[in-house]
T-cell receptor, first 116, second 113 residues
Framework: DAGVIQSPRHEVTEMGQEVTLRCKPISGHNSLFWYRQTMMRGLELLIYFNNNVPIDDSGMPEDRFSAKMPNASFSTLKIQPSEPRDSAVYFC??????????????FGPGTRLTVL | AQSVTQLDSHVSVSEGTPVLLRCNYSSSYSPSLFWYVQHPNKGLQLLLKYTSAATLVKGINGFEAEFKKSETSFHLTKPSAHMSDAAEYFCVVSKAAGNKLTFGGGTRVLVKP
């Protein structure tokens, strides 16, 4: 199994530009999560999908952020326009359904975003 | 609501000595608890998971954690630290059958030769 795949691994862009981060979850997993990690705020859940449907987007910072999951094997997180304070590492994670208990989330390697 | 407090932001140990990372949680529900490790410039890897079965949970790389409900703690231990254990460790809580994880602030482990 290839694990969760994220691209790009590193992104450097200028303020005001659009940024698109991509994620391919583990095959067979039906839940997908986007997190952001910064020194100041640690790890924060931005949004999560279940069966391709957004369930909770309360962590999305503002309207500049949007996420989509057009099918079970692909999701995007878009920032438009980007700002320097968006600089962070963005992680994608996926999990599979269980009959009881909390699903274990498997994380991708992350995308390090730098907005100049 | 649920929360996690990792009591030490940094821990320094010598190679071959025990490691103790402390975690206290607060949850209105019967929680599931996890420890994840993050090596520099890498993603998060699951070390171990507690989900109301045995209170002593064994994980990968010789780590284990003990769930103590009376103390609302889930401390992570390893009897003998290895240089490769240098990383950041996150204690995580989730309500049972829920999907939202709440992360602690992390504990950065330094292993001295």
């Amino acid at each position: 199994d290839a694990g969760v795949i994220q691209s790009p691994r590193h992104e450097v862009t200028e303020m005001g530009q659009e940024v698109t981060l991509r994620c391919k979850p583990i095959s067979g997993h039906n839940s997908l999560f986007w997190y952001r990690q910064t020194m100041m705020r640690g790890l924060e859940l931005l949004i999560y999908f279940n069966n391709n449907v957004p369930i909770d987007d309360s962590g999305m910072p503002e309207d500049r952020f949007s996420a989509k999951m057009p099918n079970a094997s692909f999701s995007t997180l878009k920032i438009q326009p980007s700002e320097p304070r968006d600089s962070a590492v963005y992680f994608c994670a996926s999990s599979s359904p269980r009959t009881r208990g909390t699903d274990t989330q498997y994380f991708g390697p992350g995308t390090r975003l730098t907005v100049l | 609501a649920q929360s996690v407090t990792q009591l030490d932001s940094h821990v320094s140990v010598s190679e071959g000595t025990p490691v103790l990372l402390r975690c206290n949680y607060s949850s209105s529900y019967s929680p599931s608890l996890f420890w994840y490790v993050q090596h520099p410039n890498k993603g998060l890897q699951l070390l171990l998971k507690y989900t109301s079965a045995a209170t002593l949970v064994k994980g990968i790389n010789g780590f284990e954690a003990e769930f103590k409900k009376s103390e609302t703690s889930f401390h992570l231990t390893k009897p003998s630290a290895h240089m490769s254990d240098a990383a950041e460790y996150f204690c995580v809580v989730s309500k049972a059958a829920g999907n939202k994880l709440t992360f602690g602030g992390g504990t950065r482990v330094l292993v001295k030769p």
